[in-house]
C-alpha cells in the first residue's frame, strides 16, 4: 500500500523559513517523480514544484521560484521542500503527491501539512 | 499557463440523481486531463486520467470523456460519499500543470 506522510508544518513568520518532509513507503521510490501541491484554506489546488525520480529535473511554479526548494532522498525514500521568504499567501495545506504510472497526473497524496504564515 | 474553467460552480443534487461536470482548457491539451474528488478535511483522490481511464478502485458510476479543449466527469447514480468537491487538472504542460476551480456537489 502506498503511504505519503508529510511532516514539518507549522508556524512561520514572514520573512521566515521553513521545512517541509514527505516520508514514502509501498512504492520503488526513485522510479517515481514527487510533487508538492498546496491548497490555501477554502481554495482550490495549486501545483508548487515537481521533481524526477533521479532527482535531476526540478520545476516550480513561478509563485514559488527562487524562494522554495524540492528535492528528496532516494536513499531514504524521503522528499522535502525548503522554503525560504515566506509571505502571508504561502499560507496553505502542503501535500506531498506522487505521479502516476503514464506521468504528470496525481495517483497518490499524503493527508497534508499545515503552513500558517504569520507574525 | 493553461487556464482550466469548470461549471458549474455548484451544483445540487439528491442520492441516484446523473451529474455532469465540465471542464474548459484555454488551449488544447490533447486527452491530459485528470479528475479528483476530495471531501471535507481530506486529501484529494484520483478518480480518472487520461480524460477517461477510471483510476484503480474507482466504482464504474465515474466516467470521464473529452478531448482538445472540452472535457467531462459523468457521475450516472450519485452515492452519499460522492459529495463533496471536484476539480480537474491538466498535465499537457508537463512543466507547469493547472487544476480548475473545482465544482461542488452536495445535497439538494
Redo the contacts between chains.
Keep these: 500500500e502506498v503511504q505519503l506522510v508529510e511532516s514539518g508544518g507549522g508556524l512561520g513568520k514572514p520573512g521566515g523559513s521553513l521545512r517541509l518532509s514527505c516520508a514514502a513507503s509501498g512504492f520503488t521510490f526513485s522510479s517515481y517523480s514527487l510533487n508538492w501541491v498546496r491548497q490555501a484554506p477554502g481554495k482550490g489546488l495549486e501545483w508548487v514544484s515537481s521533481i524526477s525520480g533521479s532527482g535531476n529535473n526540478i520545476y516550480y511554479a513561478d509563485s514559488v521560484k527562487g524562494r522554495f526548494t524540492i528535492s528528496r532522498d532516494n536513499a531514504n525514500n524521503s522528499l522535502y521542500l525548503q522554503m525560504h521568504s515566506l509571505r502571508a499567501e504561502d499560507t496553505a495545506v502542503y501535500y506531498c503527491a506522487k505521479d502516476g504510472v503514464v506521468t504528470d497526473y496525481f495517483d497518490h497524496w499524503g493527508q497534508g501539512a499545515l503552513v500558517t504564515v504569520s507574525s | 499557463d493553461i487556464l482550466l474553467t469548470q461549471s458549474p460552480a455548484l451544483v445540487s443534487v439528491s442520492p441516484g440523481e446523473k451529474v455532469t461536470l465540465s471542464c474548459r482548457a484555454s488551449q488544447r491539451v490533447s486527452n ?1 486531463v ?1 479528475w ?1 474528488h476530495q471531501k471535507p478535511g481530506q ?4 478518480l480518472v ?2 480524460a477517461s481511464t477510471r ?2 478502485g474507482i466504482p464504474r458510476r465515474f466516467s470521464g470523456t473529452g478531448s482538445g479543449t472540452e472535457f467531462t466527469l459523468t457521475i450516472s447514480s450519485l452515492e452519499s460519499e460522492d459529495f463533496g468537491v471536484y ?1 480537474c ?1 491538466q ?1 499537457n504542460d ?9 465544482t461542488t456537489v452536495d445535497f439538494k
Excluded at chain 2, 486529501?43 to 484520483?46: A, E, G, I, K, T
Aim: proline residues 4%.
Design positions: 491530459n485528470a479528483y486529501s484529494p483522490r484520483l486520467y487520461g483510476a484503480s476539480f487538472q498535465y508537463w512543466v507547469s500543470v493547472t487544476f480548475g476551480g473545482g
